[in-house]
């Protein structure tokens, strides 16, 4: 069974802080892994997906690599701001296009002005 | 840009009663899923639906849980007989090609 971890659970950083978050998976036999953003009570974002045969993927100041063999992912934020602020959830789809997500806990980012 | 609409956005019921909650896809999708978050725990996969059936469900998704897509556009949850450990927020996704799963706002069902 698929399990996916992010620790820690929470970070606190100073604006224009680059940072990184951590998501490891038990099963590397992964179909591709999708980065998310969630702002309290709401819905979630896409930020990235990340097939299993890239090993990164960039969007403005997000980059999201990949490592399937180890079972890691991380997603880098440079020069982190204020409105970086919410929970980051990773999810990852074994093989199959109709596959179902499954979700690490997230990790819920704070940047001080 | 499309996006996945779901309502309502909030729903209160008593325990035993019946809801249905209701979400429309991103149009052009092919692929429906319906996840459910209990208040400070994981994202949990609910059920799949492709070619108007049922492609995988998880444990979760037993009996007093069904789906529909009734029309062309409008996909439903019904939950038969609430109970209160189904409160969470309901969520609806859809995914098209490429792979990416896109999220509604979410219902927050309360039971009581």
């Known amino acids: 069974k698929q399990e996916v971890t992010q620790i820690p659970a929470a970070l606190s950083v100073p604006e224009g802080e680059n940072l990184v978050l951590n998501c490891s998976f038990t099963d590397s036999a992964i179909y591709n892994l999708q980065w998310f953003r969630q702002d309290p009570g709401k819905g979630l974002t896409s930020l990235l997906l990340i097939q299993s045969s890239q090993r990164e993927q960039t969007s403005g100041r997000l980059n999201a690599s990949l490592d399937k063999s180890s079972g890691r992912s991380t997603l880098y934020i440079a020069a982190s701001q204020p409105g970086d602020s919410a929970t980051y959830l990773c999810a990852v789809s074994l093989a199959g296009a109709n596959s179902k997500l499954t979700f690490g806990k997230g990790i819920t980012l704070s940047v001080r002005p | ?112």
């Not at chain 2, 209990?38 to 995988?56: A, D, P, T």
């Not at chain 2, 556009?73 to 189904?86: G, W």
Request: charged fraction near 20%; aromatic fraction near 14%.
């Open chain 2, 1 to 112: 840009e499309p996006e996945v609409t779901q309502t309502p956005s909030h729903q209160v019921t008593q325990m035993g009663q019946e809801v249905i909650l209701r979400c429309v896809p991103i149009s052009n999708h092919l692929y429906f899923y319906w996840y459910r978050q209990i208040l400070g725990q994981k994202v949990e996969f609910l059920v799949s639906f492709y070619n108007n059936e049922i492609s995988e469900k998880s444990e979760i998704f037993d009996d007093q849980f069904s789906v529909e897509r009734p029309d062309g556009s409008n996909f439903t949850l019904k939950i038969r007989s609430t109970k209160l450990e189904d409160s969470a927020m309901y969520f609806c996704a859809s995914r098209g090609d490429p792979d990416t799963q896109y999220f509604g706002p979410g219902t927050r069902l309360t039971v009581l």
